[in-house]
């Protein structure tokens, strides 16, 4: 007989029995696991900070002068004209393949038609030498720009005027008026580095309001000093402003660096654990164009000398002996009786104040009591001073050591090249943008089921428009600017032309699928 109670108490079992089998089955294969045992994570020094306390002080000391100096290094970012030497490098010449200058451009702007193009951005670093807003930098960073911006740390930005350049020494002044003091850096003297010593070098290669490579600092040791690369005599050379006659003024005794620079550092500090700037950098040896190993400064004794003439004067004062001269050779040193194989081989005394004082066959090996051992080194003493000065010129001759005065003459190198003169550019091309008619042929090709109004085709690399990243809207039909409705490009034209230097300018947007959106961006 059937008895629905013990069929059900059967079928109860048998799922039981069947649900434990399983679960058995699936703790065999680990299918039950949920989670492991956290593992214990120590904290404790591997090393006891006695036994590595050198090295953390050193990085304490590389962090305190850190947050020290790099409020006072800025970016900056120049615009200059297309035909300007300083577009590729002085000259219009590509750099030498092994000397190259930390000085990135941004790709250029497309081609177009052969109309007038917009003005080449480029950029690299200075440092702020005064409170009132004088700024150190390369000439090579700043030359032939039309426009300078200088940009902070805390992202405020300012036009700067260039107040004096030499690039027979690499050396720019540039200023900005920031309504308030700023934070300057100390100067050391570059004549007390020694080989060995630890510096940090200081850059901001970032451009706009990128904050992609910007402030970077990095640690290296002095690697050598006093090194003559022939890259700012190259470089005039094949300038035709300058050429031959002008290309023997150039002053190469740079401090050679092991730190890592890059491009874009071009102008920044070079900085000793005092904190103190004792150079410019401003070229790096490379079969690349980055970083392998050897950066090169401006020692800033020099760079400071320079500094105050283009101050004063708007141009160097480069004072002059009036001698041809040229490295002392082993063969040198034994004919005159010389204690080393060091000093500098005067070939020609030229007309001026050292006829008479001077003798072809010296051998100058210091100037007042300081030692040169080559040429670059005799220049760069001789640079520190000015014309009209004397100072006491010891040399070798008929094997004795001499000691006479001369009178500094100067140097035929201040007729500044003539200015070039170039179109300004459009506020379109200084914004960085550029539409084209949304016409019956395009419409669809942008997606738009109508034509009419103007389309965002592209964004100038580097432009007051890249910054704000104004490439994200491209291919939206752009509306209005401020509250002015766009039908063409005339209209855009004039609406930008409106705008003036420094206001912000609202762009207003429409994309394919009807949603809007608003740029501002800040007139260059």
């Known amino acids: 007989m059937y008895d ?7 079928v109860v079992m048998f799922t039981a029995v069947a649900f434990l089998f399983g679960l058995g089955v699936a703790s065999g294969l680990g299918w039950t696991s949920v989670s492991h045992a956290m593992p214990a994570i120590s904290t404790a020094p591997q090393v006891s900070p006695e036994a590595v306390q050198p090295a953390l002080d050193l990085s304490d000391a590389f962090t305190n002068l850190s947050e020290a100096v790099t409020p006072s290094v800025v970016r900056i970012e120049t615009r200059r004209p297309r035909t300007s030497p300083a577009a590729t490098s002085p000259g219009g010449q590509p750099d030498p393949e092994l000397l190259r200058r930390f000085f990135p451009g941004l790709p250029d702007d497309p081609g177009g038609d052969g109309g007038a193009q917009p003005p080449r951005v480029a950029g690299g670093t200075g440092f702020i030498v005064s409170p009132d807003g004088y700024i150190l930098t390369n000439n090579h960073v700043v030359e032939g720009a039309q426009e300078v911006t200088v940009y902070f740390q805390d992202r405020r930005q300012f036009r700067a005027e260039i107040v004096g350049a030499d690039p027979f020494t690499d050396v720019a002044v540039i200023k900005i008026d920031a309504g308030g003091t700023l934070p300057a850096m100390s100067f050391g003297d570059s004549d007390d580095v020694k080989v060995g010593q630890w510096i940090l070098a200081i850059g901001n290669p970032g451009f706009g309001g990128s904050t992609q490579l910007s402030f970077t600092v990095t640690a290296g040791i002095i690697s050598a000093r006093g090194r003559g690369l022939g890259l700012l005599g190259q470089d005039l050379f094949r300038d035709p402003r300058y050429g031959q006659d002008q290309a023997s003024w150039a002053i190469e005794d740079f401090i050679q660096t092991d730190a890592v620079i890059n491009p874009g550092n071009s102008g920044g500090p070079m900085v000793n654990l005092q904190g103190q700037v004792v150079g410019i950098n401003s070229a790096i040896a490379s079969e690349t164009g980055v970083y392998q190993g050897y950066g090169f ?18 141009h160097p004062r480069r004072p002059r002996i009036g001698v041809a001269i040229e490295n002392v ?33 010296d051998v100058i090996v210091a100037i007042d009591g300081e030692p040169v051992g080559y040429t670059a080194e005799l220049q760069a003493e001789i640079a520190e001073h000015r014309p009209g ?10 094997r004795r050591r001499v000691d006479v005065d001369v009178v500094l003459g100067e140097a035929p190198i201040n007729n500044p090249p003539p200015a070039q003169t170039t179109a300004a550019p459009t506020a379109v091309q200084r914004l960085g943008i550029e539409v084209e008619p949304i016409d019956a042929e395009n419409a669809e090709a942008y997606g738009f089921a109508m034509p009419g109004g103007v389309v965002l085709t592209d964004v100038a690399p580097g432009s007051a428009a890249d910054r704000r990243q104004a490439l994200r809207y491209q291919g939206s039909r752009l509306l209005r600017i ?16 409106r705008v003036p230097p420094g206001e912000i300018v609202s762009l207003h947007f429409q994309d394919r699928n009807g949603t809007q959106r608003v740029l501002n961006v800040r007139m260059p």
Do not use: C, H
Not at 349 to 361: I, T
């Open 297 to 314: 400064a401006i020692p800033i004794n020099l760079a400071r000398r320079v500094m105050e003439d283009l101050i004063e004067y708007g």
């Open 482 to 497: 401020n509250e002015e409705p766009i039908e063409s490009t005339t209209d855009v034209r004039e609406a930008l032309d």
């Open 389 to 398: 000065e004397t100072v006491t010129v010891t040399v070798y001759r008929e």
């Open 4 to 10: 629905p109670l013990r069929a059900k108490a059967k």
């Open 329 to 361: 050779s082993p063969e040198d040193a034994e004919l005159y009786g010389l204690p080393s194989i060091s000093g500098v081989f005067v070939q020609e005394v030229q007309p001026g104040p050292s006829q008479g004082r001077l003798r072809a066959e």
